[in-house]
């Protein structure tokens, strides 16, 4: 299981350096400083973001549940904010679509490595 979750910070820790080779308005220092994020972003979606869903039900329910890329968005700023000047995210509009793109990057690479590390 720890395994499991290494791999995991990992692989999130890549789609975090792929977001940031494709938007120079997303600047990552270098693979340590994408683990660090990958680590933060873990523990933010593991204590910040039910929160946030729950208070955000109402609207999450409304728009069929797109509402989660933006809290997905709010906890990706939380985690540039908590590291500093190494992770820089320059807006709220590339925070969203940096969300969406390491949902997908991480969905795919987790789907890639799922039975070898079992």
Do not use: C, Y
């Not at 997905?72 to 985690?79: E, Q, V, Y």
């Not at 793109?101 to 590390?117: A, E, G, P």
């Amino acid at each position: 299981m720890i395994i499991r979750w290494i791999v995991s910070l990992i692989l999130n820790a890549v789609a975090l350096i792929a977001v940031a080779q494709l938007f120079d308005s997303f600047h990552l220092e270098g693979f340590g400083t994408a683990v660090l994020a990958s680590f933060i972003l873990a523990i933010l979606n593991i204590i910040v973001k039910p929160i946030l869903v729950i208070l955000t039900l109402p609207i999450t329910i409304v728009t069929f549940g797109l509402f989660l890329i933006v809290i997905n968005a709010i906890t990706l700023m939380i985690t540039q904010a908590l590291i500093g000047s190494s992770f820089v995210i320059d807006g709220f509009g590339i925070a969203i679509i940096a969300s969406i793109i390491i949902s997908l990057i991480t969905m795919v690479l987790n789907s890639l490595v799922r039975d070898s590390v079992r």
